[in-house]
Every structure is written in C-alpha cells, then in structure tokens.
C-alpha cells in the first residue's frame, strides 16, 4: 500500500503564488509515475502535471509555463509550484502516484486551492 499526504492549498489571489507538496509512503517500486490532478465543482478530474522517478515531466497545456512539478528522491516527496494563478484554477489538487506492471493508482485526500478575482 501507498499513503499520499498533500499540503499546500489555500486561498490567493489572481496573479499569485502558491506551493503543494505530497509526501509519499508506503511500498513505493523503483519505477512509478507522481503527478497532480485537479477537479474543479461540476467538472471531471484533469491531469495537471506528472513527473516520472527519472525526472520526465508532464503538463497540460493550461498550466504550461504557469506551473513547475519537481521531486525530491530521497523524501519521495513531489511538489507542483504554482505561479500567474487564475480563477480558473481553482479546484481540489489531488496527488497521484502509479506504479506496477498492471497499473495501481493511489490519490492522496486532496487539498483545496481557491484564487480570487
């Protein structure tokens, strides 16, 4: 088993700053994926951004240039530091990792990020 905590979320303003952080635990394999995903009231969960365990990055096009996902190994913890925020990216983030040769995801609870107009 996988245990996912996020930290991070708030309230900010449009235009400002804001840091997640998941901490991982558990029975991590050598090989997996962490990522961040979001969901917004009304809509379906969207991938935000992943990062491999060898450092391969993934964005949405919404978020590109905006958002950078970093890890750090050694905490087996990911980060998503979020610049130029939007009303529209105001939803519950919620930490992904997946790992196995069939495919397991786990989620962490998810963590609230609101920005005001």
């Known amino acids: 088993q996988v245990q996912l905590v996020e930290s991070g979320g708030g309230l900010v303003q449009a235009g400002g700053s804001l840091r997640l952080s998941c901490a991982a635990s558990g029975s991590i394999f050598s090989f997996h994926t962490m990522g961040w995903y979001r969901q917004a009231p009304g809509k379906q969960r969207e991938l935000v951004a992943t990062i491999t365990n060898g450092g391969n990055t993934n964005y949405a096009d919404s978020v590109k240039d905006r958002f950078t996902i970093s890890r750090d190994n050694a905490k087996n913890t990911v980060y998503l530091q979020m610049y130029s925020l939007k009303p529209e990216d105001t939803a519950v983030y919620y930490c992904?990792?997946?790992?196995?040769?069939?495919?397991?995801?786990?989620w962490g609870q998810g963590t609230q990020v609101t920005v005001s107009s």
């Open positions: 992904n990792l997946i790992q196995g040769i069939v495919p397991k995801n786990y």
